[in-house]
Nanobody
Framework: VQLVESGGGSVQPGGSLTLSCSSG????????VGWFRQAPGKGREFVAS???????TYAESVKGRFAISRDDTKDTFSLQLDKVELEDTGVYYC???????????????WGRGTQVIVSS
């Protein structure tokens, strides 16, 4: 099972973009959901997560610029990217995990991701 990312595209520095993640009907309630990204030539890194209780956690590099949200009635969650920077370029992936696990044990296989290109 994979989650499906969408919403990527090209954006200028300072612009905004909204990414979405769909579970295809697999219930995400009670799971921690999260976003990761992989820049060209680099490894996958944590971007943001949200607990089942709607408590968000962000990487320092995106605090104040990105916002994660979830809609458990639709089994989807999103990442709002504002004030994007060149360093935000990369492929963005979503996943989920159990509350008692860490991100080394995500629940789902990694999907194809959605490409974000920040360029002037």
């Amino acid at each position: 099972v994979q989650l499906v990312e969408s919403g990527g595209g090209s954006v200028q520095p300072g612009g905004s973009l909204t990414l979405s993640c769909s579970s295809g009907g697999v219930a995400l309630r009670f799971r921690v959901v999260g976003w990761f990204r992989q820049a060209p030539g680099k490894g996958r890194e944590f971007v943001a997560s949200m607990s089942a209780g709607n408590n968000p956690t962000y990487a320092e590099s995106v605090k104040g610029r990105f916002a994660i949200s979830r809609d458990d009635t639709k089994d989807t969650f999103s990442l709002q990217l504002d004030k994007v920077e060149l360093e935000d370029t990369g492929v963005y992936y979503c996943n989920a995990r159990q509350m008692w696990e860490n991100w080394e044990r995500p629940l789902y296989n990694w999907g194809r991701g959605t490409q974000v290109i920040v360029s002037s």
